[in-house]
Nanobody, 113 residues
Framework: QVQLVESGGGLVHPGGSLRLSCAAS????????DRWYRQAPGKQRELVAE???????YYIDAVKGRFTISRDNAENTVYLQMNSLKPEDTAVYYC???????WGQGTPVTVSS
């Protein structure tokens, strides 16, 4: 059974940084495209970033240049480094793979002064 566990969220001021982590059991991240999603209050969940099996990365326009997705194959962990955070980045952040597995609990990020 696949279990995804996100961590690293919190409250941060605009312009601040956070690094999210996603640990998994039951899957090996390096064998699948890995993704970070987010769901803001009152909005649908959206894809934020992806890292493919060969390490190619993709970002939505709203986070390009500010967020970096990476993967530690030895630790079987996927990261999302978030810099220059904005209030509109406030959301619950989730990791998953392609094809999708059961969602984890997510980790909340609040950007506010």
């Amino acid at each position: 059974q696949v279990q995804l566990v996100e961590s690293g969220g919190g409250l941060v001021h605009p312009g601040g940084s956070l690094r999210l982590s996603c640990a998994a059991s039951g899957i090996i991240f390096s064998r699948l495209p890995d993704r970070w999603y987010r769901q803001a209050p009152g909005k649908q969940r959206e894809l934020v970033a992806e890292i493919t099996r060969d390490g190619t990365t993709y970002y939505i326009d709203a986070v390009k240049g500010r967020f970096t997705i990476s993967r530690d194959n030895a630790e079987n962990t996927v990261y999302l480094q978030m810099n220059s955070l904005k209030p509109e980045d406030t959301a619950v952040y989730y990791c998953n793979v392609q094809p999708l597995r059961d969602w984890g609990q997510g980790t909340p990020v609040t950007v506010s002064s």
